[in-house]
């Protein structure tokens, strides 16, 4: 569960109990209540809805998920909220994800390594401020010794 919740930064409450716990209300209950008396945990309601529970990790859950689960494979692992406004896509996005890993289940897959938006997005700016760097030192004819990708 801990793992899950580091990987997409917010995962809906409900969705751990649907997903994980495979609807079992009382030990989802439990495990959720352990791990924010442990402060690896921090539960977040959406601004004028009460009911709707988002789970996200503190500083804490996240150095314990990075100790506990270093992967090869450089997954990231999230805490905290990024934008207040945009906390059901980040739900949705753990949802779907569990619909993919059944799909690839069935097929003899399983997933390696999650990457958010988030990642994409700094790639993407990194890649143009590269290739915005490499094309005006050309332009000013300066050699480019090495470039990093």
Same mark, same amino acid.
């Given at each position: 569960?801990?793992?899950?919740?580091?990987?997409?930064?917010?995962?809906?409450?409900?969705?751990?109990?649907?997903?994980?716990?495979?609807?079992?209300?009382?030990?989802?209950? &439990?495990?959720?209540?352990?791990?924010?008396?442990?402060?690896?945990? $921090?539960?977040?309601? *959406?601004?004028? @809805?009460?009911?709707? +529970?988002?789970?996200?990790?503190?500083?804490?859950?996240?150095?314990?998920?990075?100790?506990?689960?270093?992967?090869?494979?450089?997954?990231?692992?999230?805490?905290?909220?990024?934008?207040?406004?945009?906390?059901?896509?980040?739900?949705?996005?753990?949802?779907?994800? &569990?619909?993919?890993?059944?799909?690839?289940?069935?097929?003899?897959? $399983?997933?390696?390594? *999650?990457?958010? @938006?988030?990642?994409? +997005?700094?790639?993407?700016?990194?890649?143009?401020?590269?290739?915005?760097?490499?094309?005006?030192?050309?332009?000013?004819?300066?050699?480019?010794?090495?470039?990093?990708?």
């Amino acid at each position: 569960m801990i793992r899950d919740v580091g990987r997409f930064r917010i995962v809906d409450a409900q969705d751990l109990r649907k997903f994980l716990y495979k609807g079992q209300l009382d030990a989802a209950q &439990r495990d959720l209540r352990h791990v924010q008396n442990q402060k690896l945990f $921090r539960i977040i309601h *959406v601004p004028g @809805d009460d009911r709707t +529970k988002f789970a996200t990790l503190t500083k804490e859950g996240r150095e314990l998920v990075c100790c506990q689960f270093a992967d090869k494979h450089g997954q990231e692992i999230y805490s905290g909220v990024k934008k207040v406004r945009e906390l059901e896509h980040d739900a949705a996005v753990y949802r779907m994800y &569990r619909k993919e890993v059944r799909r690839m289940q069935e097929h003899g897959c $399983r997933p390696v390594r *999650v990457r958010l @938006d988030y990642e994409m +997005k700094v790639c993407v700016r990194g890649s143009t401020w590269l290739t915005m760097r490499i094309t005006s030192r050309t332009a000013l004819r300066v050699p480019v010794l090495s470039v990093i990708a």
